[in-house]
């Protein structure tokens, strides 16, 4: 792994898991357990956690939930949208304000405005 200083490590410090909310399975809500590998630097002396390529910095859903989400909103409402997925009025309003700030680029490739 690559750390902000652009030293490379291989020593793990420690794995924490995570609980990440992804797509319905047939009706049932899914919350992934994903294990997070942690790693620390002796030359910045900072700890560095591996980012996932499925789930956007700080988020706690997958990018294909959060657009599956978005997509629910504009044709639904949120009050629907909350109870059938059992989230928030703000976790629902949040997911619908984090997918309406990424813009696409032409590639497919997201961009955060």
Do not use: A
Request: hydrophobic fraction near 25%.
């Amino acid at each position: 792994m690559l750390l902000d200083c652009q030293q490379s490590r291989d020593e793990l410090h420690q794995i924490r898991p995570i609980l990440i909310r992804d797509l319905p399975i047939s009706g049932q809500l899914i919350e992934l357990e994903i294990p997070r590998r942690q790693y620390y630097c002796n030359n910045c002396k900072k700890y560095f956690t591996e980012q996932l390529c499925f789930v956007d910095e700080g988020r706690r859903y997958t990018k294909r939930y959060e657009e599956y989400i978005y997509h629910r909103v504009q044709v639904t409402t949120v009050s629907q949208v909350k109870r059938e997925e059992e989230l928030s009025w703000d976790q629902v309003q949040g997911i619908f304000n984090h997918q309406r700030k990424q813009v696409k680029k032409p590639h497919g490739e997201r961009l955060n405005v």
